[in-house]
């Protein structure tokens, strides 16, 4: 197998460039390739916050960068052969992988202040102290249909603006995705990848933070289970979002669909998080998790936890007599926290809402923004306002703003004396003009063979990192007695 794991500062398109080129050179064993900034800094940025700041011509194709450059680069790349493994283990061995990837990581850390590849710095940050510096962000959007601009806005926009200065966890929910049950298995597969490109495509580095699939890190289901055991379930009944999907699926409503905010309590709080990215609709179900992270803390933390052994560190190596688990705020956006449809300007553009006119996804094309757009509901009024009393023009002015990055007062300026029929066409160019960069982006991803899986790979190691300490100190809180050995998760 060959894995590369590519970090340090490198926009993704130029470690693919790399990646493609290390292909060539790696033939046999396991191939892990360092960059080091040095070698970064010739090349643009890669500090690309979003998709207006930067295009597809930032991007270095392999023709951009001459052939002696490029030999240069992989004259300075570090190879690890298999036998440098720390593991012993086979070749197919994922922890294997894991222990080599984490090596490796942390060395394109810690590479990223020096100027060689071979002198590591001791003072040099390293992935770990960075994470320990760091607050901790978590979130994640289920791959069922089409991620929509409500998403993008109320969410994952706010994953890049966090990832620089947070230890950022970025995971594709698909345990969720299967709560509303009868779901497609093809459909989940693929609406589970186009989802974690259109992360990355929307600006989220694998270079700062880890973008996982929920699924490759076993124990979110598990501390769901436990965490279930501590929640009371009118908690649950009472939850909005579970009463109107409850309505919609009738007699068919799963447990799942009742317990899905115990499993988004527990994707958070494995993590530790101190911020949560999400729209308002999900507010409700952020409120749980404290509620649930606070019971849990009085019933297992504390001196309660201290007394549980004799040894005051616990098996993560905090010290227990403290809460065991992380309450966590929300953080929603003022605009973008909750984008209406556009069929109808008091309900929220969602993705399970049968009418595909309801909503914008992100990887419309131009022709079908533009016809959403032309159909989408109005009102009487000349003229376009942010007046509550006119839902459809106050959400359509919003969208405005938040594809331009214009302020209110600045869309006003512009828009106010426009009518519905001049204002339509304005709208569609910036969201089409918005959405492009993204779209382009998004197909380089998943026309690039391996380079998704390898983040999601490498992001999953350093998630299952994290996670696996939380749930052992859950455990060990409970009275679960100490398993003695880990067992792979993947
Ligand atoms: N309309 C919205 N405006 C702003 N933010 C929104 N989010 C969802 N809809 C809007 C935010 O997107 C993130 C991921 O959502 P999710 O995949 O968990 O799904 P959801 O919240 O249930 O909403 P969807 O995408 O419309 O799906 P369905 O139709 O199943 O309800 C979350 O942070 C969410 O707040």
């Known amino acids: 197998m060959q894995s590369l794991t590519l970090r340090a500062t490198l926009h993704h398109h130029q470690r693919r460039a790399l990646l493609k080129a290390s292909r060539r050179g790696g033939k046999g064993g396991r191939t892990m390739v360092v960059v080091s900034s040095s070698m970064a800094s010739s090349f643009p940025s890669s500090r690309t916050t979003g998709p ?70 001791p003072e040099a940050e390293t992935s770990t102290t960075r994470r320990t510096r760091l607050k901790r962000v978590l979130s994640g959007v289920q791959p069922t249909g089409s991620i929509h601009l409500g998403n993008y806005f109320g969410a994952i926009k706010n994953y890049v603006k966090l990832q620089d200065e947070h230890d950022a966890y970025y995971c594709v929910v698909d345990l969720h995705a299967i709560t509303a049950g009868g779901h497609s298995p093809k459909e989940l597969e693929e609406s589970t990848r186009k989802s974690a490109a259109i992360y990355l495509a929307a600006g989220v580095s694998p270079d700062k933070a880890s973008v996982f699939v929920q699924s490759h890190v076993a124990a979110h289901s598990e501390l769901c289970w436990l965490l279930n055991c501590v929640s009371p379930i009118g908690w649950l009944e009472k939850m909005i979002q579970f009463k109107e999907k409850a309505r919609k699926q009738g007699e068919d409503v799963s447990v799942g669909l009742l317990d899905y905010p115990v499993l988004m309590a527990a994707d958070i709080l494995l993590y530790n998080a101190d911020l949560v990215p999400v729209g308002e609709d999900q507010r409700q179900h952020l409120e749980l998790t404290r509620d649930i992270a606070g019971r849990f803390n009085n019933l297992y933390g504390g001196n309660k936890w201290k007394k549980r052994g004799k040894n005051e560190k616990s ?76 839902p459809e023009a106050k959400n359509l002015l919003t969208m405005y703003e938040l594809c331009t990055g214009m302020s209110r007062e600045e869309v006003l300026n512009e828009c106010a004396s426009m009518r519905w029929g001049e204002f339509k066409p304005a709208l569609t160019e910036v969201v089409v003009n918005h959405l492009k960069p993204i779209q382009e982006r998004y197909e380089e991803i998943m026309s690039e063979e391996g380079y998704l899986d390898s983040v999601l790979e490498q992001g999953a190691v350093r998630a299952n990192e994290v996670a696996e300490k939380t749930c052992a100190d859950v455990r060990d809180a409970m009275g679960f007695v100490h398993r003695k050995s880990r067992y792979p998760s993947m």
């Open 52 to 121: 207006s700041k930067s295009s597809s011509s930032s991007f270095f194709p392999s023709s951009s960068i001459g052939v002696s450059q490029r030999r240069a680069l992989l004259t300075k790349a570090t190879f690890y052969p298999k036998s440098s493994s720390s593991s012993s283990s086979s070749s197919s061995s994922s922890s294997s992988s894991s222990s080599a990837a984490r090596k490796v990581s942390a060395r394109a850390e810690s590479s990223s202040s020096s100027s060689s590849l071979s002198t590591f710095a």
């Open 315 to 390: 098996p993560s190596g905090r010290y227990r007599g403290k809460d065991v688990l992380i309450v966590p705020e929300a953080f929603t956006p003022k605009s973008g926290g909750r984008v209406m449809s556009l069929t109808d300007g008091s309900a929220k553009m969602s993705k399970s809402n049968p009418a595909e006119g309801s909503r914008i996804n992100v990887l419309d094309s131009p022709d079908v923004i533009a016809q959403k757009i032309k159909r989408c509901k109005t009102d009487a009024v000349e003229g376009m306002s942010y007046d509550d009393e006119r």
